[in-house]
């Protein structure tokens, strides 16, 4: 199945660099190189300061890389000192995740942008950031495409691309501008797959023998791969079904963003289309792919270290087990009643056990980004 997507959107970017030429004659621009100007444009903020790129850089495999983020979490919001909270997910691969749906059979919500699914799809999502009071705080979809009018090649290329008659009406120039950024997340840059585990999967590459041991342990005893599934060429180690892993609240990020402490990210429940209780505290699946590079860890991102949430896994659930970040015991989950206990908490792995599963994801780091493994 996931296969079958990679083809489709395979295609899609064929048939793209297909009408290249033609893009170029007739608009001026093609649609990626819009939007990868889109994305990296800081105009279309309040104070001009951040685009998409701040807090998914690219050469940074698409998080945030700002003091902010790495210290406390969350990121920084165009005015310097609004704080998000909860920690800016990888923009790669993103573009795989199904549309937001319920599967009966399966009895799941499935796929979705952001980490609750609350935006459907990747046009969907981008109508979201220029808009968050605590991101771009622009205060309305006619500024942002008031912004967008100021640059008179942007005028052109959405004429062209979209029709003359395209800024007539806000909200389809506004869905035109989330498209056009969609398509840029949808290209290659983004999902290269090109990591050792690809190479390997393809004979180009030998997984270590501590790397080997890592990915049947993943697949075997620490049952990594019943939500993150590794499978086969193309793999995106994630099932985007949605789970309640007892994250525990990240102290000093409610404390720098004033959230309070009563304050619970419910994570799916707050999605709108949800109405079961037992979702609260459920967030979606992360992508693996990258996992090396694109820390602090977890929804709100708790775990600076990628160990961590390694021995999190295996000890959550045994008595007296430390967080070594803390030096404290695992604190109760911030949803501690709907958690899984099944498949996580207990595991038993020995730290050999661990470190060959460390090594194991070290392997899915794409080669841009091979540089900046620790
Ligand atoms: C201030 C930092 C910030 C900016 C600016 C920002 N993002 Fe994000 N991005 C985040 C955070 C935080 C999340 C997760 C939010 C949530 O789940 O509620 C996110 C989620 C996403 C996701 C979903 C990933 C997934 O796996 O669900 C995509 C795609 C994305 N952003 C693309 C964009 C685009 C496109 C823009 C510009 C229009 C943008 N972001 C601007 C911080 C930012
Ligand atoms: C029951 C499903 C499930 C199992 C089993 C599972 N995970 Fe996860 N994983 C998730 C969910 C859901 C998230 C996102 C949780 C959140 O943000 O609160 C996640 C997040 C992560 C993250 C952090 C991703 C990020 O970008 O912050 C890592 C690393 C990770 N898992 C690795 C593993 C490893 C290694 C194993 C096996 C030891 C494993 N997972 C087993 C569901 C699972």
Redesign the pocket.
Known sequence: MKHHALLVTTLASLLLIGCGSTDTEGFGYDQIALGEQL?HDTTLSQNKT???A???VIDAAMI?PRETSNTLG??L?DDGFSI?D????T?AY?SF?PAFHFDSEEGLFIGG????GRAAD?TA??KG??LNPV??QMPDAASVIERVKENSSYVSAFKSIYGEDIFDDTDRAYEALAQT?AKF?KSKTFSPFDSKYDRAQKGQATLTDSEKRGLDLFNGKATCSACHPAEGENALFTDFSYDNLGVPVNHALREANGKGADFIDNGLYDNPMVKDTTLKGAF?VSTLRNIAVTGPYMHNGVFKDLKTVIHFYNTRDVAGAINPETGEVWEKGEVDINKNTEELGNLKLSEAEENDLLAFLLTLTDAQYEHLVP
């Open positions: 994305f951040m685009s998409c701040t807090c998914h945030d969350a990121s919001g998000a909860r920690n800016a997910p923009a993103a995740a942008q952001f980490l609750d990747l999502q981008a950031p220029f991101e771009m950024i997340e979606k």
